[in-house]
C-alpha cells in the first residue's frame, strides 16, 4: 500500500471523528455581591435560556476592593440561582472562592 494513501485515509478518518464530536459550550454570568433583585432576574433569564441551548453555566461573584468581606452574601447568590435553576440543569460544582472570584458549575441537564 502506498505510504502517501495511508496518510490521506487516516487524515479522512480523523476529520470524520472530529466532526462526530460533541463540543462542549461554557457560558459565563457574573454578578457582584450585592446585585440588586431584577438584575439578578434578569441575568437568570439569560441563565435559563443558556441552560435549554445545552450550554454549561459558570456563574460567579466577583468581590473588587473591600467588598471581600461579603462572601457569605455572594454564597447565597450563587446557592439561590442553583436552586432557581434545579429543573433546568444540576450543579456541577458547589460554590469555591477562588482569588477575588466565588465561582459554581452547572451543567444542562439531558433533554429526552
Same mark, same amino acid.
Given at each position: ?8 485515509? %487516516? ?5 470524520? !471523528?472530529?466532526? =462526530? ?16 433583585? #431584577?438584575?439578578? +432576574?434578569?441575568?437568570?433569564? #439569560? +441563565? /435559563?435560556?443558556?441552560?435549554? /441551548? &445545552? ?9 473588587? &476592593? ?6 457569605? %452574601? &455572594?454564597?447565597? !447568590? !450563587? ?7 434545579? /429543573?433546568?440543569?444540576?450543579?456541577? %460544582? @458547589?460554590?469555591?472562592? /477562588?482569588?477575588?472570584? @466565588?465561582?459554581?458549575?452547572? +451543567?444542562?441537564?439531558?433533554? =429526552?
Amino acid at each position: 500500500m502506498d505510504y502517501k494513501k495511508f496518510l490521506y485515509e %487516516q487524515k479522512k478518518r480523523d476529520k470524520a !471523528l472530529k466532526s =462526530k464530536a460533541t463540543k462542549v459550550v461554557v457560558k459565563e454570568i457574573r454578578f457582584g455581591p450585592n446585585t440588586d433583585e #431584577h438584575d439578578y +432576574a434578569f441575568k437568570k433569564k #439569560h +441563565a /435559563e435560556k443558556f441552560l435549554q /441551548e &445545552g450550554a454549561k453555566l459558570k456563574a460567579y461573584v466577583f468581590f473588587k &476592593g473591600r467588598s471581600i468581606i461579603y462572601k457569605d %452574601q &455572594g454564597q447565597i !447568590l !450563587l446557592l439561590k440561582l442553583a436552586q432557581e435553576l434545579e /429543573e433546568l440543569g444540576k450543579v456541577e %460544582q @458547589m460554590p469555591k472562592l /477562588e482569588g477575588k472570584r @466565588m465561582i459554581m458549575f452547572i +451543567a444542562p441537564k439531558k433533554s =429526552k
